[in-house]
Each structure stands twice: as C-alpha cells, then as structure tokens.
C-alpha cells in the first residue's frame, strides 16, 4: 500500500511539474514587427507594362493593338471570375506555304543544313510575323516575369510562344551561316 502512495505522489509532482513547463513555455509571445511583416508579405505589385506574364497573356491581341493593356484585361477579368471573350481578330502564327520542317528529327540529322534548305521560307515567315516577333522580343526585355496563380496561365497560347521561338532560333542560325554572326548570337540571345 505504502508503494502504490509514493508512486500516486510522485505521479502527482511530475504531473504538476510539467503542468508548470508548459504553462511557461508553451505560452505565446508577442511577435516582433519583422516577424510580424514576414508573415502578411504580398509581392510587390509590378507595373503590367513591366511584367511578363502579362504580356504574353495578351500576345495574340488583334494587329496595332495595345498587347498589354489586352493581357491586363484578360488576367483581370479572370480574376473576377470573368471568361474572357473570344478575340474576334487575333493576331496568329503565318506559315510559309508549305510547313516548315526543319530541326524537327530525332536525333536531327544535320539542322544546320535543313535550315539553310529553307532559308527562303524563313524569310518569308519572318516577314509575315514581323509584329508577333517585334511583340515576343518585347516580352523578353521585360524586367520581371511574375505569374500571378498558376489558374492564370490559361491566357497564354504557349503554341504561340513556342512558333515564335522557334522562327526567332532559325532567323539566328540563318544569320550565323551566312557570316552574320555577330547578329545571330544577339538574336539567340535576345531569344531567351
């Protein structure tokens, strides 16, 4: 009997002491204005004119439009809850009278030679996408590329984005094997 006591009481102080540790410990305390700051931080808002994402939203915005202020409207109107409504005139992606086939073996046989075959093509495409490339190469300049949630993503035609690329890499190519290398490697750069 005498052992069930001592056990019941030493139970009992061990209990009430670490009833005690974490009373103190487990308490909060007031949290510092950094800590405070950190835990409500918004990103920045940047200026649509400066955000790439926003750009490439409204990338296939109708010819002489203002693309940016088309992909702030659809990223707005998304927001909302808004489906934005078809484009009626968009600006797309003109191939060559015949597709283009060039870099598109796996492995490539030798793409350097497919695309100087299609060089006259190239040029062609180039010209009657000038304003889709004058806009991709604008959206590369930009300084910040933040995509607001992910759900936003449906507003850019990454095909689009893709064709482009694609056309401003063989324009680079083309540059380098005709001696324009100085040229080429820009335009790979710029390309990025």
Excluded: W
């Excluded at 510092?32 to 790439?52: G, K």
């Excluded at 040029?123 to 009657?128: N, T």
């Amino acid at each position: 009997m005498k052992i069930k006591k001592v056990f019941a009481l030493t139970s009992l102080v061990v209990l009430l002491a670490l009833g005690v540790l974490a009373a103190v410990f487990l308490r909060d305390e007031p949290l510092s204005p950094e800590t405070e700051r950190a835990l409500h931080y918004q990103v920045p808002p940047v200026p649509p004119e400066e955000n790439a994402f926003i750009a490439l939203a409204g990338l296939d915005a109708p010819a002489g439009s203002d693309f940016i202020r088309v992909g702030e409207e659809r990223v707005r109107q998304f927001a909302q809850g808004i489906a934005p409504p078809p484009v009626e005139v968009s600006l797309t992606f003109h191939k060559a009278r015949h597709d283009l086939k060039f870099c598109t073996n796996q492995p490539a046989t030798n793409c350097l030679e497919e695309i100087r075959a299609e060089a006259n093509n190239i040029r062609q495409e180039l010209e009657e996408n000038r304003e889709l490339m004058e806009r991709y190469l604008k959206i590369t300049s930009l300084p910040v590329y933040s995509n607001i949630p992910t759900g936003y993503a449906y507003a850019v035609d990454y095909r689009l984005v893709a064709d482009v690329s694609r056309l401003l890499n063989a324009r680079a190519l083309l540059d380098i094997q005709e001696g324009r290398i100085a040229e080429g490697l820009a335009g790979m750069a710029k390309n990025q």
